[in-house]
């Protein structure tokens, strides 16, 4: 949440000096037995400081984020404290400044990945792209990829995946993806070192009909990666504004966010507003912590389109998290994707396998993200953010309830209707 500074009042040299002359004056009377001063009680500075702090985490470092807002967008600067008087005080003196935005602490997120194995099912019978391990995709056959692409298959879209990295020379992404950022390590590779990231970037865009691995539901758009969370699929949210801010300063189309925290964090919520202001359709894991799960940001956030994980029988996964922030749902069980060759250990995942089979809304986002390339492409970039986010959700199927509900949000995604209610 933005909290915007007190006016500092300014003081006159004159009114200091008759301050001085009263206190003369009157310094017989007090002495004579006026009562005694009372003592000052917090100022709302010193409150809004305490409240602040109130969102620690035990154990994590205390870093001060000051956000300033500037012609190219949101600035972070982070200074870390020793200890919560000294973070006070940082606080204090940044919320005292007229030209801070917001001031807040930086809070950890996570890769939003079910660390549960989804049992093998059987596939359809449908007309499939030649990839070798297209039958094992049951979400291509869900939401009829191959009668979108004869319309749209993300052609110059550029969807940013803000992650744990990309491996930008694995054989199914191999020219898929563009030159990024790494915000952890301060540098252009933006390697992969968990696995996560690579999932996620091969669910939207992997090549299609190379007769090999797997297809992306988007596989004609690029990949821009991003890497915000470290080889343990954790990460900073001071990492993760940044990445935003430069995945949409980069010409990024669509913003795709696997990961959540359960604070609303000033600085993220200032990234979110900078992207959507730009145009960019960010999308965002709701969580996998189930229906009594805190609410999940950047999924709540506004602008953001929350997404759910469901089911092979289109039902809502157990997993995914409920709340007013889930717009739609999307596959997010057993999908098979890209993996890195030295997965991270969090992640249930055979070493030296080049696929993968995970669980999560962070399987479920990047479907929507890919559907929304789809969308952008086939309309030639003409679409409005808002119009983007209501095709994606409203022509949604409903599976809980009609109309909107907490569990589902609008429904299932389904891209053939949102094309044709374009």
């Known amino acids: 949440m933005s ?6 009042r300014g003081r006159s040299s004159t009114v200091a000096h008759r301050r001085i002359i009263l206190s003369l004056a009157t310094a017989a009377v007090l002495v004579l037995g006026a009562a005694p001063a009372a003592v000052a009680g917090p100022t709302s500075t010193d409150r809004e400081a305490a409240g602040i702090l109130a969102t620690a985490t035990p154990g994590e470092p205390l870093t001060v984020v000051t956000t300033t807002e500037t012609a190219s967008g ?22 005292a400044d007229p030209g801070t935005a917001a001031v807040d602490l930086a809070h950890q997120v996570s890769i939003a990945t079910d660390t549960a194995v989804t049992k093998k099912r059987k596939s ?3 007309r499939r792209s030649n990839d070798s391990q297209r039958k094992r995709q049951w979400a291509l056959d869900r939401l009829a990829a191959e009668k979108v692409w004869r319309k749209s298959s993300g052609k110059g879209v550029v969807v940013a995946v803000v992650d744990t990295g990309v491996q930008a020379n694995h054989p199914d992404l191999k020219g898929q993806v563009l030159k990024g950022w790494d915000f952890v390590e301060s540098d252009s590779k933006a390697n992969d070192r968990n696995g996560h990231g690579t999932h996620v970037a091969g669910i939207i865009a992997a090549k299609a009909n190379n007769k090999r691995g797997i297809a992306g539901l988007a596989p004609s758009s690029r990949i821009l990666p991003v890497r915000v969370l470290n080889s343990a699929g954790t990460g900073s949210t001071v990492a993760v504004a940044r990445g935003i801010v430069y995945a949409a ?12 925290g359960n604070s609303p964090d000033a600085q993220v919520q200032a990234a979110v507003r900078y992207a959507v202001r730009r145009g960019v359709v960010v999308v965002a894991a709701a969580g996998n912590s189930g229906c009594n799960a805190p609410t999940t940001y950047p999924a709540a ?5 929350g997404v759910g994980a469901s089911d092979r029988s289109d039902g ?40 993968c089979v995970l669980d999560g809304t962070s399987m479920a986002s990047p479907h929507v993200a890919a559907a929304a390339a789809i969308l952008i492409s086939r309309t030639k970039h003409r679409l409005t953010l808002s ?20 569990t589902s949000g609008r429904g299932v995604l389904n891209i053939r209707r949102a094309l044709v209610g374009r």
């Open 316 to 355: 809502v996964a157990p997993f995914s998290n409920c709340g007013t922030y889930v717009d739609v749902v999307a596959p997010g069980t057993g999908i098979t994707s890209t993996m890195i060759k030295r997965p991270s250990l969090s992640l249930p995942c055979a070493y030296g396998k080049s696929y």
């Open 3 to 8: 909290r915007r500074p007190p006016t500092p």
């Open 387 to 406: 119009k983007v986010a209501y095709l994606l959700t409203a022509r949604a199927d409903d599976i809980v309830t009609p109309g909107y509900d907490t």
């Open 249 to 260: 300063r980069k010409g990024a189309d669509v913003i795709n966010l696997s990961l959540a």
């Open 74 to 95: 949101p600035q972070f600067t982070t200074e870390v404290a020793g200890s919560h008087a000294e973070a006070k005080a940082l606080i204090s003196d940044a919320l």
């Open 124 to 126: 359809s019978k449908t």
């Open 301 to 305: 956030f506004p602008g953001v389109i």
